[in-house]
């Protein structure tokens, strides 16, 4: 039985249930600057290059999570130029600079932190090569330095950008941040049921995990949720989507899941599961 996440694995879209469809849309499309890829009836798929990235589902009858729920805590956008990231941080500073909530050189890549009109998190951000990057034991290493916008637009931001005609790189879901209820308990359900490595931990506080040597595909914390139980219904994460390369890969996770005895479901098309926090993963062949 394969053990592993297969190493060609990548993140698909985000999908967000949000209350206020036309809103969200606007924020993702004018201030992110994704395109719509497709809006019918109660759902908009916003990406780039044809990619979907966030998937908006309008949930009429859902609330907010209150305080300390598990869910979402960031969908991370990777650019793949840093000048492409700096046009998207300037559209956002110059639409929705109210939005912005930090940044920081994390020594693999260079991140800026928002947050959109729900309150989901939203992380912009480029990679350092990878022969830039640090492993120590099997460990990635990562920090958090200062890392000042302004000098970061002053360094990247072409005249293209500035004037909104520069045309739109390639972008896609780089990384899922989640909130969880216990650190311990998320590694054993990402490394050891579905196969993702450990690149990172911050003792009992988060947990960041990989295939095929990239720095994090996602990352779980406690900082906002520490101790909370499995979700019940609300606005806000959707669903996670993994895009794995081939049926074997597919299988394989299928059958290191139901080995552990984690409930899932088969479509014959993509395999459904839930965390334990009732965050929902889906997981089909790109």
Do not use: C
């Not at 499995?230 to 290191?256: C, F, I, K, S």
């Not at 899941?257 to 409930?263: E, Q, T, W």
Request: hydrophobic content about 45%; glycine content about 10%.
């Amino acid at each position: 039985m394969h053990e592993k996440m297969a190493d060609a694995t990548t993140m698909g879209a985000v999908t967000l249930l949000v209350g206020d469809l036309d809103a969200m849309t606007r924020y993702y499309r004018d201030v992110v600057t994704l395109d719509v890829l497709s809006a019918e009836g109660d759902v908009v798929t916003l990406g780039r290059a044809g990619r979907p990235i966030v998937v908006l589902r309008h949930e009429r009858q859902l609330r907010h999570a209150s305080p300390g729920s598990a869910g979402l805590f960031h969908t991370a956008i990777l650019f793949e130029s840093q000048a492409s990231l700096a046009a998207a941080l300037y559209s956002v500073a110059r639409r929705a600079p109210g939005t912005f909530t930090g940044s920081a050189d994390h020594l693999v890549s260079q991140a800026f932190y928002f947050t959109d009109p729900e309150g989901n998190g939203i992380e912009l951000y480029w990679d350092r090569d990878r022969t830039d990057w640090s492993w120590v034991h099997g460990q990635i290493e990562m920090a958090t330095l200062h890392l000042d916008p302004n000098a970061f637009l002053a360094a990247h931001l072409t005249d293209e950008a500035a004037s909104g005609t520069m045309t739109r790189d390639a972008a896609s879901v780089g990384h899922v941040h989640l909130s969880v209820g216990d650190a311990a308990a998320a590694r054993a359900f990402y490394v050891d049921a579905l196969g993702f490595d450990q690149t990172a931990a911050l003792g009992n506080q988060a947990v960041f995990v990989s295939a095929g040597g990239y720095h994090h595909h996602m990352a779980m914390n406690v900082w906002n949720s520490r101790g909370a139980g499995p979700r019940t219904p609300a606005l806000g994460l959707g669903r996670v989507d993994l895009v794995l390369p081939d049926a074997d890969a597919l299988g394989a996770l299928d059958e290191r899941l139901g080995h552990r005895g984690f409930a899932r479901r088969d479509d014959g098309r993509a395999l459904s599961f839930e965390d334990p926090w009732n965050n929902l993963l889906v997981a089909s062949v790109g």
